[in-house]
């Protein structure tokens, strides 16, 4: 026993001890309770969650059945088409031609859109005047 303890014996020694009356007890069953009642919503949520996970598995298995070749199909389709693409050797003037191709075609527009602008501040400005 420390000194502090002893001192507080000393301190307190005509203060009376309180009655227990079965309150730790008590207090101990409930606690017990309250714990078995946690672990009970553990074991049932788990059991709830493989049932739902049971579920989904079960519902995938029959769609799988139902479109699993044809997806299959498809994606060797892709794979094939992807590694063809891969393994021939891009050519540089067919990408130069496009690009110019493409930038052709994007300035011609801009142009078109340019010019209605500008005729439309034209016809604007003359009948503003």
């Known amino acids: 026993m420390t000194d502090f303890?002893?001192?507080l014996k000393r301190s307190f020694a005509e203060a009376p001890e309180p009655a227990d009356d079965g309150f730790t007890?008590?207090?101990?069953?409930?606690v017990?309770?309250?714990?078995?009642?946690?672990?009970?919503?553990q074991n049932v949520w788990a059991v709830g969650m493989a049932?739902?996970?049971?579920?989904?598995?079960?519902?995938?298995?029959?769609?799988m059945q139902v479109f699993g070749?044809?997806?299959?199909?498809?994606?060797?389709?892709?794979v094939?088409?992807?590694?063809?693409?891969?393994?021939?050797?891009?050519?540089v003037s067919g990408q130069a031609?496009?690009?110019?191709q493409s930038l052709g075609a994007g300035i011609t527009q801009i142009l078109l859109i340019t010019a209605a602008l500008a005729g439309g501040a034209v016809a604007y400005r003359a009948t503003q005047d």
């Open 69 to 78: 070749q044809e997806i299959l199909a498809t994606a060797g389709l892709e």
């Open 80 to 91: 094939a088409q992807a590694y063809g693409a891969l393994s021939s050797a891009p050519s």
């Open 25 to 30: 007890v008590q207090v101990n069953r409930r």
């Open 5 to 7: 303890d002893a001192l």
């Open 51 to 63: 049932a739902a996970g049971a579920a989904i598995a079960y519902g995938l298995y029959a769609l």
């Open 32 to 41: 017990v309770q309250r714990e078995a009642q946690a672990k009970l919503r």
């Open 97 to 100: 031609q496009s690009l110019v």
